[in-house]
C-alpha cells in the first residue's frame, strides 16, 4: 500500500482541566490537538477555549473514523467516574472496547479489532 492511499489513524482522547472536569474528543493528531486546546483559539472546542488550563490525561489509538466516532460518543455518555477510571487504567484499545461494552452491552456498535 502506498502512502498517499494509507487511512489515517484516529485517536480517542481525555483532557483534564483545572477544576477537574473531563473533555473527550478524537483526532489524527494528538500533539498538535493538543496545542490547539491549549492555546485557547477557535480552533478549540468551546468548552476547553473556557479553561485557565488543560492536560492530556489519556490517549488511545482506535483507527478509522467511524470507530473512532462511536468510542467518543460511548465516553462521553459515562459518568465522571467511570471515565476517571479510563484514566486510571490506561485502557488499550481492547480493554477499552472491553470496558465499554460493559457499560453499554446492548447498544455497543463498533469493530472488534
Known amino acids: 500500500m502506498t502512502d498517499h492511499l494509507k487511512q489515517p489513524c484516529w485517536t480517542v482522547y481525555i483532557l483534564r482541566n483545572e477544576r477537574n472536569m473531563l473533555y473527550t474528543g478524537i483526532t489524527t493528531d494528538i500533539d ?9 483559539l477557535s480552533k478549540g472546542a468551546r468548552f476547553t477555549r473556557a479553561c485557565k488550563s488543560v492536560d492530556l490525561v489519556y490517549h488511545c489509538d482506535i483507527g478509522d473514523h467511524g470507530a473512532a ?20 487504567s ?15 452491552p446492548q447498544k455497543i ?5
Open 90 to 104: 490506561g485502557f488499550k484499545k481492547t480493554e477499552l472496547y472491553n470496558f465499554l461494552s460493559l457499560m453499554f
Open 32 to 40: 498538535r490537538r493538543v496545542g490547539e486546546h491549549k492555546s485557547r
Open 109 to 113: 456498535a463498533f469493530k472488534r479489532p
Open 69 to 88: 466516532l462511536v468510542v467518543e460518543a460511548k465516553i462521553k455518555h459515562l459518568k465522571k467516574n467511570q471515565k476517571e477510571t479510563i484514566v486510571a
